[in-house]
């Protein structure tokens, strides 16, 4: 008997320790999501104001050395500027990933926002961003 209550004992002084861990890394886990959202949506406020220069400042390091400043500046003319001004945007969602194809390891980030624009009806816009030590990057954005 007396075992028994001390094998309860033990199992009952361990169990809220691993729920705590287990309460802990959700909490980060919410964290980096809230600092992803908030980082993508600064940047799409730089595409939305046409600061495509300051926009390119935000992507992850790796990718900013395969294409200049004027390259990017270039492609996201091209991309937005047809759609005119952007009307309103809201999240639809995000997802942590830790891989992504042809990528390495690491801490992701895919959102999803539902954007109306002047010129096209209601879209989805997708931003992938990796967290990095100057905080999260930009590395992929695609309008649906």
């Given at each position: 008997?007396r075992r028994?209550?001390?094998v309860?004992f ?5 169990f ?5 861990s287990?309460?802990?890394r959700r909490?980060?886990?919410?964290a980096?999501?809230?600092d ?8 799409l ?6 600061d495509y ?12 050395i395969?294409r200049?400043?004027q ?6 003319q091209?991309r ?6 952007t009307l309103g ?7 942590a990933?830790?891989?992504l ?11 999803i926002?539902k954007?109306?624009?002047?010129n ?11 967290r990095?030590?100057?905080g999260?990057r930009?590395?992929d954005?695609?309008i649906?």
């Amino acid at each position: 008997m007396r075992r028994g209550l001390a094998v309860l004992f033990c199992t009952l002084a361990i169990f809220p320790g691993g729920c705590t861990s287990q309460s802990a890394r959700r909490a980060e886990k919410r964290a980096d999501e809230v600092d992803a959202r908030i980082a993508a949506s600064k940047w799409l406020t730089l595409l939305d104001q046409g600061d495509y220069e300051e926009a390119f400042e935000w992507e992850a390091l790796d990718f900013r050395i395969s294409r200049t400043q004027q390259q990017f500046v270039r492609s996201m003319q091209a991309r937005r500027q047809p759609f005119g001004r952007t009307l309103g945007r809201s999240i639809i969602g995000s997802t942590a990933l830790k891989k992504l194809v042809g990528l390495p390891e690491g801490n992701y980030e895919s959102i999803i926002f539902k954007t109306a624009f002047e010129n096209k009806s209601p879209t989805a816009e997708r931003v992938i961003l990796v967290r990095q030590v100057r905080g999260w990057r930009v590395i992929d954005y695609r309008i649906y």
